[in-house]
């Protein structure tokens, strides 16, 4: 099976149909170059053709005129390759097209692959989030008042005044999920294809993790390996060690994973530092430095994994110099504190926490509603509930 071309008449569809999901993906050159390398003009045809909630076989079959011969092979490849995910529910399996991100960008790096150019597509991935961040990936993914992901805290350096939520914990989140599993950096992995490597020695292979029946289908797929709960927390304290910063899902209630992310490779990281300083939601907590204990080592410096932190140059003349928190840049993970052998660094009560929306489906519908998104995912429910999912 050929792959499409980059021409405007075989992409224009699936763009089209991923552009109707609250985070979509910014057309241009770049887009359709790496949409050609990941899509046969087979797949492409079938994912434009998806609904927007879960579809059956016979469903797609009705939506795309294909008999279920042909369909199957197809839907079986797309989700061997994280474009589609299948669930089964009792004796129906629903299949799900995977948005491009957090979705099957992140997928396509996360196992080894011999079926694509993956120098070639970690060089244009690149190129795509970096391009034109005023209006490119960058405003589209960080550009919601809602944002689509949210910061952890270090739960050792919370305040001894102050008592940690369960959904601010790394560790609670973990804990509750009924099945974890953990996979290769999705980031760290694709900077490794495009040459580059974290300066802070993070490891490639399993430091992401994934949790829920998300975990089960990319387990199943061969994204991920199964892990215990014991083995997840011992990634987390391998992360600390590190000064990783945790990343899940803004949301409360079941968050699907916990990334480990560090400020050279990863690409919300990257975003921060560009200056969506909104567009990851932070922790209840800010980082504060004690100026006469700071004596101006910059190890919090390298620690920081978003360059919140540096000179303090509102100093007078004769003070000595001394660090300085960017408030309005940083995220509250704590991962600058046990870098600072001197002690200088905690955590306070940030005074503009914002609590994250209660569960996935709230938080897309706030996004989708900023972005002028929403009806097109009513009306997907609405059919769904009353059948008409053809």
């Known amino acids: 099976m050929g792959h499409i071309n980059d021409s405007k008449s075989n992409l224009i569809p699936l763009i089209d149909r991923l552009n109707q999901y609250p985070i979509g993906l910014v057309d241009n050159e770049i887009l359709r170059e790496l949409l050609s390398l990941l899509f046969s003009e087979t797949e492409a045809f079938v994912a434009s053709r998806f609904p927007l909630t879960e579809a059956t076989l016979p469903e797609l079959c009705r939506r795309t005129d294909m008999d279920p011969e042909a369909l199957t092979p197809v839907l079986e490849s797309m989700a061997n390759k994280g474009i589609v995910m299948d669930l089964t529910y009792g004796t129906e399996t629903y299949y799900l097209l995977m948005p491009g991100v957090i979705g099957f960008f992140e997928f396509t790096f996360m196992k080894d692959r011999t079926d694509l150019p993956l120098e070639k597509v970690a060089r244009l991935m690149s190129e795509y989030f970096h391009w034109d961040n005023a209006e490119g990936q960058a405003r589209e993914f960080f550009g919601s008042k809602t944002q689509l992901t949210r910061s952890l805290v270090y739960d050792e350096h919370i305040p001894v005044n102050s008592e940690i939520v369960s959904y601010d914990s790394a560790r609670e989140i973990v804990k509750s999920a009924p099945y974890g599993a953990a996979s290769m950096c999705y980031c760290r992995h694709q900077q490794e294809h495009d040459g580059k490597s974290c300066k802070k020695g993070a490891p490639v292979e399993g430091t992401c993790i994934s949790l829920g029946r998300g975990a089960e289908f990319l387990v199943r797929r061969g994204f991920a390996e199964e892990k215990s709960t014991g083995e997840l927390l011992d990634i987390l304290a391998m992360a600390e060690d590190l000064h990783l910063t945790h990343i899940t899902d803004n949301i409360r209630h079941k968050p699907t994973f916990v990334c480990n992310c560090c400020g050279c490779c ?103 509603r900023e972005k002028g998104r929403l009806m097109p995912l009513l009306k997907a429910r609405i059919k769904k509930k009353l059948g008409l999912n053809l």
């Open 266 to 368: 990863c690409h919300i990281m990257a975003g921060v530092q560009a200056g969506y300083y909104k567009g990851v939601n932070k922790t209840p907590y800010i980082a504060v430095i004690d100026k006469e204990t700071c004596d101006y080592c910059g190890e919090c410096f390298t620690a920081c994994n978003i360059r919140a932190i540096g000179l303090d140059r509102n100093r007078r003349n004769g003070d000595k110099r001394v660090s300085k928190v960017n408030v309005a840049a940083c995220l509250g993970c704590g991962a600058c504190i046990t870098a600072c052998d001197k002690g200088a660094l905690a955590l306070t009560l940030r005074t503009d926490y914002v609590a994250p929306p209660k569960t996935k489906r709230d938080m897309f519908a706030r996004i989708a």
